[in-house]
């Protein structure tokens, strides 16, 4: 039985409005997570907008959790990046800090590429990373990367790496797919990324989650992700959010619940999402949790 992965959240960045990283706010908001439910905190995923944030700015957080007490086992830090030395760079840092898992997407530039491709990307990262290679993650988020991370590609990988690759988060939204990888690999920690699948994955045999929704919602979702306990709640949120770019929409709800309205910035491409439509998403909040938005 492969250990419970637990529930991360998956961590947003607070940017002031030069769009520097309040790393002070930053290490606040994952204590207040580590507090409420969550098991660890990832760093740098879809929702942390790792994609925009250099590498200096990745060492300065990561010294700035260690400074803070915030130990390696908490720590999940993501790589979202498409050159094999800038992966291998990024882990290695990474897991010299002691962080507990590597999140590791695809690379994205390149749309189309096949399974062998994607296996040929890895097997060079974990290669070149050598005796430090471990407790890798493989990210599937095709919305994003325009690369699937196929069954068969993650059979591939366990077999071939079966030191370094223990768990898939799925966040491809595809319940046939997530069914389909809780199904074939209960050997390997399945994290499912879309809420309103969680519950059921769990009673399945999925590990936990690296969800969005705890940033703001500790408590609610590990009762998904590791008791495997349905909430239509989160459910009918997510519905709502889905509506709108996820990322931003995710940051106007962790300003509401805090009360900090620099949460509400981005970085571009992306852009903070107008009044209007976070009056829509606050307001589905309200229906949700009435006492936590009291």
């Known amino acids: 039985m492969v250990k419970k992965f637990g529930l991360s959240a998956a961590l947003t960045t607070p940017f002031d409005h030069e769009g520097e990283i309040q790393t002070s706010l930053l290490v606040e908001h994952a204590k ?10 990832t760093l740098f995923g879809t929702t942390g907008e790792g994609s925009s944030i250099g590498h200096k700015e990745r060492l300065k957080v990561i010294s700035s959790f260690t400074a803070a007490s915030i130990k390696g086992h908490h720590i999940v830090a993501g790589v979202l990046v498409d050159s094999i030395p800038d992966a291998v760079e990024q882990m290695s840092e990474a897991l010299d800090n002691g962080a507990r898992n590597i999140l590791l997407a695809p690379p994205s530039y390149f749309k189309n590429v096949s399974d062998d491709g994607l296996f040929e990307w890895f097997a060079a990262a974990f290669k070149s990373l050598g005796s430090k290679a471990r407790d890798v993650i493989v990210y599937n988020i095709p919305s ?27 966040s491809g939204g595809d319940w046939a797919h997530t069914e389909r990888l809780l199904r074939t690999h209960g050997d390997l920690a399945i994290m499912i990324g879309d809420e309103r699948h969680l519950a059921q994955g769990t009673r399945l045999g999925g590990q936990g989650a690296i969800s969005g929704m705890a940033n703001l919602l500790g408590p609610e979702v590990r009762a998904m992700a590791v008791d495997g306990k349905d909430d239509q709640r989160v459910t009918d949120l997510v519905n709502v959010i889905l509506n709108y770019p996820v990322t ?23 852009m903070t999402i107008s009044s209007h439509d976070r009056d829509t998403i606050a307001q589905a909040f309200d229906q949700a949790f009435a006492v936590k938005a009291a």
């Not at 207040?32 to 905190?41: A, Q, R, T, Y």
């Not at 994003?144 to 799925?170: C, H, N, Q, W, Y």
Request: hydrophobic share 50%; net charge positive.
């Open 32 to 41: 207040f997570c580590l507090g409420n439910g969550c098991d660890s905190v």
């Open 248 to 270: 931003p929409s995710v940051k106007a709800l962790v300003a509401r619940t805090s009360g900090n309205a620099l949460w509400l910035n981005v970085r571009p491409p992306l």
């Open 144 to 170: 994003v990367t325009m690369a699937k991370i196929s069954v068969e590609l993650v059979t591939r990988l366990r077999a071939a790496f079966p030191d370094i690759v223990i768990g898939v988060k799925d």
